[in-house]
């Protein structure tokens, strides 16, 4: 890959910076920075701004404006829960921005298999990758997710941080963030590993790992979507309840394939 169109990724992560940084913070505490400390305090910034709005508006919608109709009063979970949750995110949250710093690093230097604009492949060809990659992504974390469960050290020194939320009522949208820095960046690593087997759209591979901490919110509300195959609160629930069955991330074939699937209607049967 030539240097003129490694310039265009340089050129794109600059102006998302002077957006992203520029609308945020006084110029004289970011335009000193070398670019890569840019790319970090822009993905800092604005990950954490999407965890905060993303985690109030949906806790306030579930627990307040919705109060007793999504979620009963008991599985409500306390405020010294979600303050808790809050807490270890934003301990973790300075190392999981150093992921996508990153990647964006590697791609800028041209190690990867990123391209910079769609028309340089067609939209066939970028559906087509776009498939492969989320395939590939899914497939990673439910590995990553299972054997941070199996291999005893890693969940005691890691994923346990992350369960010690294991009811409804210790649950909420702000658990979604609340791991090990190590572990979350395990978890997201198969973003990245992606990049190198499967031609991606650099700025589509951005969004969705900021898609992660929206989704990663909504998943651990205990409000069940029922939206087949998502993997949804339902099936993560469950997750957090019995240790051993939905390591899944987007939807439940990987679980389905491996045959650790837990349906949360058969759950509900049971219980009837």
């Given amino acids: 890959m030539d240097k003129n169109y490694l310039q265009l990724f340089v050129d794109e992560t600059s102006m998302t910076n002077r957006i992203v940084l520029g609308t945020l913070l006084p110029a004289k505490i970011w335009e000193p920075l070398p670019h890569f400390f840019q790319t970090w305090l822009r993905n800092y910034t604005s990950g954490t701004l999407v965890y905060f709005i993303t985690s109030l508006l949906w806790s306030f919608y579930v627990y307040f404006y919705k109060y007793n109709v999504y979620v009963p009063k008991d599985a409500i979970p306390s405020r010294k829960a979600m303050l808790l949750q809050i807490y270890v995110a934003m ?22 298999r990123c391209f910079s604009r769609i028309s340089d492949v067609g939209w066939f060809s970028y559906a087509l990758n776009l498939g492969f990659y989320l395939i590939l992504v899914e497939f990673g974390i439910y590995w990553m997710h299972r054997e941070l469960h199996d291999i005893k050290p890693l969940y005691k ?32 690593v198969p973003h990245v590993i992606a990049l190198f087997l499967v031609p991606t759209h650099f700025t589509t591979h951005i969004g969705l790992l900021f898609i992660e901490a929206i989704w990663t919110a909504n998943i651990h509300d205990c409000v069940d979507g029922k939206i087949w195959p ?20 987007y939807t439940v074939w990987m ?18």
């Fill in 91 to 112: 301990k973790a949250m300075p190392w999981y921005c150093a992921l996508p710093t990153i990647s964006e690093y590697m791609v800028e230097n041209g190690w990867t």
């Fill in 157 to 188: 020194y890691l994923h346990a941080t992350h369960h010690i939320y294991n009811k409804q009522n210790t649950l909420s949208p702000f658990a979604g963030l609340a791991f090990h820095p190590l572990d979350g960046i395990l978890q997201a």
């Fill in 230 to 249: 998502v993997m949804g609160a339902g099936y993560h629930t469950i997750h957090h309840t019995t240790y051993r069955h939905n390591y899944g991330h």
């Fill in 255 to 272: 679980d389905w394939m491996f045959g650790t699937l837990r349906d949360p209607s058969e759950e509900e049967t049971k219980k009837i």
